[in-house]
């Protein structure tokens, strides 16, 4: 399987954008399209050209980019279904289980609707990257604009069982906000105060604090644990079932001043 080349860089206030190149070929694919200027930018100062958008959602600062960039490069646009209209020059609709082929790369799509109903998540197995969107976030998950805690709960369930080594591309930095959070719903988790600690001194340099791993979210992200006895215990939730905990610690963050 031919290598891949990520280059992840920031643009809108805290979005960052990912380009892949697919090495030894002509095919580079932007992962959501949040600021097209910019990603023209990067594209020419690496000397490569667009062939392919993919896109997670339909929110403006992940398909926003698509009309322009689909001018200036002819380049294909691989989008959830989007019957609404709102994801601009759509060539290909994919949805969970599908399967792409990205210059000889591999493309897992994997459905993860909760932030949005139309989510996906892509996933390249040979290569250990999943570009996830605003579905699971470094020490957080995506706010329920239009799922619901049980779609959630099974989408982050699907990203989860990926091999713990995955990088995950998230699509914001919120990680300082979320680290705040975290450790008021799991205080007691060494591993994640020392985490909260190591992103605080990485944001002091504005430093990116993504992408981040499976591994990783699973033993520090409060949203991923909710068979933690320190979490139930402290949400009063002893006995009940895990998504009842996981939607008890995403209206915690909703409301969080943190």
Known sequence: MPGLEIHQFPCLDDNYAYLVHVEGSD???AIDTPDAEAIIAELDKRGWTLTHILNTHWHPDHAGGNAALKQRYGA???APADPEGRIADIDRTVADGDRL????AEVKVLGVPGHTTDHVAFWFPETGAAFVGDTLF????GRL???????MWESLGKLTALPADTMVYCAHEYTASNARFAVTIEPGNAELVERVDHIRRLRETDTPTVPT?????????PFLRTRSAEIRDRLEMP?????AVFAEVRAR?????G
């Open 27 to 29: 095919v580079t694919a």
């Open 76 to 78: 294909l646009v691989i």
């Open 101 to 104: 082929d990205l210059g000889g």
């Open 138 to 141: 470094a020490l957080g998950c």
């Open 145 to 151: 604009f239009e799922g619901t805690p049980e779609q």
């Open 213 to 221: 791993t499976i591994g990783l979210e699973l033993r520090t992200n």
């Open 239 to 243: 006995e009940d079932e895990d998504v």
């Open 253 to 257: 963050k909703d409301s969080f001043k």
